[in-house]
């Protein structure tokens, strides 16, 4: 039985090696034509399955499926009440009737708009909004709010670890619930998969909700490489927000060796601008669950604020089932409206082709380009393909750090001290394209000059990457890159 067996599989494996080149131009057909994407990540996957025959139009099955709108998403229920809103404010901006606290956010009446047609970002100007660097006390007020929740609590992350800093949020978000609160935890099943059946049933049994954006097939089989849930996104009562870079696991603390100190930047947000945030998670969570949230009035009803705030917010939201790359087009237009300096933080920095001309216009026309990276890779591909962009950006005159102290993983973007953008989406293709991410657009001097100042201080944690010494690397560092730098549009 066994010799049948073996025989067979002799005689497989030789058809399939003396036939390689018609099988490989068959599946480069199916990826050519069967396919609407661009065409440099249609060259990066003809390029990988040359190398890797077969094997390789399976990844592609797996990492480069192109899931479309239409497909994935029908979620119309509060369409019309979005759409009011939208229309209502755009009219206001065009007849110039909007009125600013501060009027030095004029300038970015464009951005704003192009946000409201395209994101359906409603703009509010009621918000108090605190910076988060640290994971211990980005953890400490998380906690602190939970304590506090008086209805709900919707809990959205891409990475939840069962360790010591879930065990921390579990036994809150518990403890809230004997209380009569509503807790409802989803969480994206790659990026949790390190969590247990037994885990999530534990904290089902506690009586907190729990859902699984794209599972696994089996529990393991992960069919769905791209079009992952990278949001991070916390709202309690409607009247707190959180959102930024920190996911759950004791990393974003510090205390695993590899990564040491962990820089990131997460926001709090008290205000209206927390309702948007209200309905990006019942969208996925009616995705992922079948529900529909939207039928509970009391979850976006107006809250009593305890912070009277007055910064400018615009959340807005992008990934594949997108129409634009809503994300990349706002910090695209922040890069072009740019006069004096643009700072820059990001653990990836992959820009498509326009972000890196965009970049190196302005730092060739005279303005303060400032790009900050990790110093060490946390995937060693995207960080090769990363430095390589840095080069380029290096030649064009930017001035690129790599952060000395621990892993960097804050999401940033400043401007001339007036406006910035703070999320979950890296400066990479990634988020622009493939990834769910949800940022908010500050039109704000007090947020973005702190932020600032954040930036600036950590410079003096940083290494300037001198364009001598770029041009003198290694050649196995060059190789990297290269390398790197073809996979790319799939990183």
Not at 114 to 140: H, P
Request: proline fraction near 2%; charged fraction near 25%.
């Amino acid at each position: 039985m066994l010799q049948n067996c073996w025989e067979t599989f002799t005689v497989v494996f030789f058809w399939l090696f003396e036939h390689l080149l018609v099988i490989n131009i068959v599946l480069s057909i199916i990826i050519i034509f069967f396919q609407r994407r661009n065409p440099a990540a249609v060259w990066t996957w003809l390029l990988v399955l040359y190398f890797i025959p077969i094997l390789g139009f399976i990844l592609y099955l797996v990492m480069g499926q192109n899931y479309r709108k239409e497909r994935m998403f029908k979620m119309k229920d509060i369409e019309g009440e979005l759409e009011y809103a939208v229309r209502k404010q755009e009219e206001s901006i065009c007849r110039n009737q909007m009125q600013f606290r501060d009027t030095q956010v004029e300038r970015f009446q464009g951005l704003m708009l192009y946000n409201l047609n395209v994101a359906d970002a409603v703009l509010t100007d009621n918000n108090d909004v605190r910076i988060y660097t640290d994971g211990n006390e980005k953890f400490d007020a998380l906690l602190e709010e939970i304590e506090q929740a008086e209805s709900y609590i919707h809990i959205q992350y891409y990475i939840i670890r069962n360790d010591e800093i879930w065990n921390r949020v579990e036994a809150a978000l518990t403890k809230k619930v004997r209380q009569g609160v509503q807790v409802r935890v989803l969480f994206d099943s790659m990026g949790s998969r390190t969590m247990k059946v037994r885990n999530w049933k534990r904290v089902e049994k506690a009586g907190i909700e729990t859902a699984e954006f794209f599972p696994a097939l089996f529990g393991k089989l992960q069919l769905r490489m791209n079009y992952r849930n990278h949001r991070k996104i916390v709202v309690i009562d409607g009247r707190i927000g959180f959102l930024g870079g920190f996911n759950i696991g004791k990393e974003y603390v510090g205390e695993v060796k590899k990564f040491g100190y962990w820089r990131d930047t997460h926001l709090r947000i008290e205000g209206a601008a927390v309702t948007s945030l209200a309905v990006r998670f019942a969208l996925d969570w009616n995705y992922a669950t079948k529900d529909n949230l939207f039928l509970q009035d009391r979850l976006f009803e107006i809250p009593h604020y305890r912070f009277k705030g007055q910064e400018a917010i615009q959340i807005v939201s992008s990934g594949p089932d997108s129409k634009e790359q809503e994300i990349r087009n706002n910090y695209l237009k922040l890069i072009n409206e740019a006069k004096d300096h643009i700072y820059i933080q990001t653990p990836y920095f992959i820009p498509d082709e326009t972000i890196l001309t965009a970049l190196g216009m302005a730092a060739q026309t005279g303005i303060d380009v400032r790009i900050m990276i990790p110093c060490k890779p946390d995937h060693p591909f995207v960080y090769w393909a990363s430095y390589s962009y840095i080069g380029e950006m290096v030649e064009a005159g930017a001035k690129c750090y790599t952060y000395e102290n621990g892993f960097l993983h804050a999401k940033t973007l400043m401007i001339d001290g007036e406006a910035c953008c703070c999320g979950t989406a890296n400066m990479d293709i990634r988020s622009f394209q493939l990834n769910f991410e949800v940022n908010a657009t500050l039109y704000s001097r007090a947020v973005s000059q702190e932020m600032e100042k954040k930036f600036i201080a950590d410079l003096e944690q940083s290494t300037l990457i001198h364009k001598e010494v770029y041009r003198k690397r290694r050649m196995i560092v060059r190789l990297k890159e290269q390398i790197s730098r073809l996979l790319s549009p799939i990183l």
